[in-house]
């Protein structure tokens, strides 16, 4: 005689973790109104790197594909955001998520060649990639060549009037980014489609 499986999606203790996730959300949302300036960058690198690192797990430790050559699309990204901002008047905020956009589509073509290699290849095959991109960058004089260019300040003082108002906007737009990115990894974990 089978028994029944009764599948259970939480726990007590991951229901705990929830509610204390949701806890440290609400600190950090409010972080500006009680943090320095320098704290609130602080948390901005924080996320970018947990949001890199989270992505290459997801990568690397769920599917064994290790990537060396990830910081193509971070590079193609930061020069989107300053080709969009610089050249095409679009607002900062905006052009982070359109340099998203931007690596993504990117990415496209790039992983229909570069997932046709195995194990050590594809972690070669990566790494060539991002230098076939970064001599790409390097041949455009106006994107500041291979030395890069910064963003003018009249672009970064479009974000807000003020500086605290630009601190805290930058702030919540990387909270939101890193947000997004676990959430979405959480999603993919728990989907039915990991497991088939």
Not at 175 to 191: F, K, M
Request: hydrophobic share 55%.
């Amino acid at each position: 005689m089978t028994k029944a499986v009764r599948i259970e999606r939480s726990t007590r203790t991951s229901r705990i973790f929830g509610v204390a996730g949701l806890f440290l959300l609400a600190l950090l949302v409010a972080a500006p109104f009680y943090s320095g300036r320098s704290e609130l960058y602080l948390w901005v690198e924080v996320f970018c790197y947990l949001a890199l690192a989270s992505l290459w797990n997801l990568l690397a430790g769920y599917t064994g594909l290790v990537s060396v050559g990830q910081q193509a699309f971070v590079g193609l990204g930061g020069y989107s955001l300053f080709t969009l901002t610089i050249f095409f008047g679009v607002p900062p905020l905006l052009a982070v998520m359109l340099a998203g956009a931007v690596a993504t589509l990117f990415s496209i073509p790039t992983a229909w060649v570069i997932f046709r290699l195995k194990g050590a290849y594809f972690a070669i095959g990566t790494w060539v990639v991002a230098e076939v991109y970064r001599l790409t960058f390097a041949q455009v004089s106006v994107l500041g060549g291979g030395s890069g260019s910064s963003i003018p300040s009249q672009i970064v003082q479009s974000i807000a009037p003020n500086r605290l108002a630009r601190d805290n906007l930058i702030y919540w737009t990387g909270l939101i980014v890193i947000v997004a990115v676990l959430a979405t990894i959480y999603l993919i974990l728990r989907s039915r489609w990991v497991w088939h």
